[in-house]
């Protein structure tokens, strides 16, 4: 959920593929963009020398309000992947949209001297300031998701790549058409940086096949209510059309709801984000929902592993390099009936 100009400089860094990553190696499932309906390989689990307890690490989580699935689900991975630790102490803060509530919180970690900081900032730029202050402190800030206005304010960034959310989303949907047909897009918040990237890497999908148009468009703010709104008014404006993309898999329960009411069936849908829902739609193949291309929260358990590999001074052992690396972007896998049981183990609710 970041800017072009920050994504272009993350993609200097270290690359690695959607899913759980292993303490030591850092490595995960991926389907190939060439062959998207292969089965992906089962996601590599945490092990070796870095498992083993070390020195205790306090780190700090901030992140906002839970109001999204998606963000739920990054709370709990980071829950969940600390307590696999006995020498990770998580503090976890309550999380606000609030940009001055939750630098209150992240400043009241800092007082309390945690030793490493994972912060998914409400809006990056506004808080830029409070992550450079615990930088200042001594306090190693990895940035998860929506990125810090420079790379003074973070150690190591961790997150998804809205880009190539849509540039796979549009070459799946191309490669599926043949080549030939027409389209229509229901993003997610117009004004926001990560739906402006989505749509780019889809729209640049779609030059890659000239003889498919993209017919309508709109936009559903992320919410189930709204998803099914301006589904129904594209539904109305667009009596044919030969495939969907749906940004997000929460707005997308809306959408499949107004495409059931209008009974059409003339279609495919993909989807975005991974949400369990989808992928059970997906393996049980009775709607027009076919795919759903991964924006992982597994992220913030990444985060947690990485945050006590900053703690105890460690290495990823499967890297010849004697750093962390400063940047990890996950890969957006597209899930389909072929692989989707390789996935289910991380959709979240």
């Known amino acids: 959920m970041t800017s072009s100009k920050a994504r272009d400089v993350r993609r200097r860094g270290f690359l690695l593929s959607g899913g759980l990553v292993g303490a030591g190696a850092l490595a995960a499932a991926c389907t190939s963009n060439a062959e998207p309906e292969a089965k992906a390989p089962a996601a590599a689990a945490a092990g070796g020398a870095n498992d083993k307890p070390g020195k205790k690490v306090t780190v700090g989580f901030a992140g906002p309000q839970a ?43 800092i007082n309390q001297k945690v030793d490493v900081l994972i912060i998914l900032p409400a809006d990056g730029k506004q808080m830029t300031p409070t992550a450079r202050k615990a930088m200042d402190a001594g306090i190693p800030v990895i940035n998860l998701d929506r990125v810090f206005d420079t790379a003074q304010a973070y150690r190591t960034w961790i997150g998804g790549d809205n880009y190539r959310m849509g540039l796979n989303a549009g070459n799946y949907i191309g490669k599926r058409l043949g080549g030939k047909g027409t389209v229509v897009e229901l993003a997610g918040i117009d004004t926001l940086p990560l739906t402006q990237e989505r749509s780019k890497g889809f729209d640049d999908a779609l030059k890659n096949y000239p003889q498919i148009k993209k017919v309508g468009r709109a936009a559903a703010e992320f919410n189930v209510q709204t998803g099914q709104a301006r589904m129904a008014e594209l539904l109305q404006a667009h009596p044919k059309f030969d495939a969907l993309w749906n940004h997000d898999d929460d707005q997308g329960v809306g959408a499949l709801q107004a495409i059931r009411q209008a009974g059409r069936t ?10 369990k829902s989808a992928m ?5 193949d009775d709607s027009v929902l076919k795919a759903t291309v991964l924006y992982p929260p597994t ?29 990890i972007t996950l890969f957006s896998a597209v899930v389909t009936k072929q692989n989707v049981d390789t996935y289910l183990p991380f959709a979240f609710e």
């Open 67 to 109: 109001d999204h699935g998606w963000l739920n689900a990054i709370n709990e991975q980071a829950k969940k992947e600390a307590g696999r630790y006995s020498d990770v102490d998580l503090k976890i803060t309550e999380g606000s949209n609030d940009a001055a509530q939750q630098a209150s919180q992240i400043q009241t970690l």
């Open 299 to 327: 992220m913030a358990a990444s985060a947690v592993r990485v945050a006590r590999l900053l703690g105890q001074s460690k290495i990823m052992s499967d890297l010849a390099e004697q750093e962390l690396p400063s940047s």
């Open 266 to 275: 003339d279609f495919f849908m993909v989807g975005g984000a991974g949400a």
């Open 280 to 284: 059970d739609a997906i393996k049980k």
